[in-house]
């Protein structure tokens, strides 16, 4: 199963393909050593199907950021630049932020 980034499969498959992915091009890249992936793919996966069951699947933007933020007098208008939405995870968009501070991080989206 290759990862597309637009699935309906459960967490645990698209965890287990896209860290297949990212092992490979580690191994491709010799950029750590294959015991090192091998663990951090087991527990990446695990994780995966221990939420699994816990969180349901929301309707995402995936590419939250001040240009996709449509404001129209001080009030949040739209979002825009929607191709990569999809039913995923409901925290992606605010970890996305967090893992990625910058202009558009969670604190400045506030007007």
């Known amino acids: 199963m290759s990862f597309t980034g637009h699935t309906s499969s ?3 498959e698209v965890v287990a393909a896209r860290s297949a992915e990212l092992a490979a091009g580690h191994a ?12 951090a ?3 990446l996966e695990q994780a995966a199907s ?5 969180v349901e699947p929301a309707l995402t933007h995936l590419d939250l950021h001040l240009p996709n933020v449509l404001v ?7 979002l825009l630049d929607c191709e990569h939405t999809r039913w995923w995870d409901p925290a992606a968009d605010l ?5 990625r501070p910058g202009p ?4 400045r989206l506030i007007l």
């Not at 491709?28 to 663990?39: F, I, K, S």
């Not at 129209?72 to 739209?78: N, P």
């Not at 970890?95 to 893992?99: L, Y």
Request: hydrophobic share 45%; no cysteine; glycine share 6%.
């Open 95 to 99: 970890a996305d932020r967090i893992a």
């Open 50 to 54: 221990k939420v699994n069951g816990l």
């Open 41 to 43: 793919r087991l527990v």
């Open 10 to 12: 459960p967490r645990t």
């Open 104 to 107: 558009a991080s969670p604190r």
């Open 28 to 39: 491709a890249a010799g950029l750590l050593p294959a015991r090192q992936v091998t663990a």
């Open 72 to 78: 129209h007098y001080r009030r949040f208008a739209a």
